[in-house]
């Protein structure tokens, strides 16, 4: 069982930045491959990015791709979500999730658990 808890978003205004993080419980925590992904009023969550169980490999959408950079420390079991260049359109609740195999990580009922979100609101 993994426990996820995301922090860090916030108002902001376009072109400022924001650091996500999501701290997972479980001694499991460094095996799982680990994504995020976002949900903005009225629309379906949708990928943004997703990282391997050793950093070494990192996968991301095509809308932040240059933007946002995910990375992990499993030290600390943690993921984090680096966004650059922020956009009003990348509004959204912001989701972690585990997913116990990098193989399927644009999909949504490839991950296993996840957390409660947080909020990121981009003002123009």
């Known amino acids: 069982q993994v426990q996820l808890v995301e922090s860090g978003g916030g108002l902001v205004q376009a072109g400022d930045s924001l650091r996500l993080s999501c701290a997972a419980s479980?001694?499991?925590?460094?095996?799982?491959?680990m994504g995020w992904f976002r949900q903005a009023p009225g629309k379906e969550r949708e990928f943004v990015a997703a990282?391997?169980?050793?950093?070494?490999?990192?996968y991301y959408a095509d809308s932040v791709k240059g933007r946002f950079t995910i990375s992990r420390d499993n030290a600390k079991n943690t993921v984090y979500l680096r966004m650059n260049s922020l956009k009003p359109e990348d509004t959204a609740v912001y989701y972690c999730?585990?997913?116990?195999?990098?193989?399927?990580?644009?999909?949504?009922?490839?991950?296993?658990?996840w957390g409660q979100g947080t909020q990121v609101t981009v003002s123009s």
């Open positions: 999730a585990a997913d116990r195999i990098y193989r399927n990580i644009v999909t949504i009922g490839s991950y296993e658990f």
């Open positions: 479980g001694r499991t925590f460094s095996s799982y491959a």
């Open positions: 990282i391997n169980w050793s950093g070494g490999t990192t």
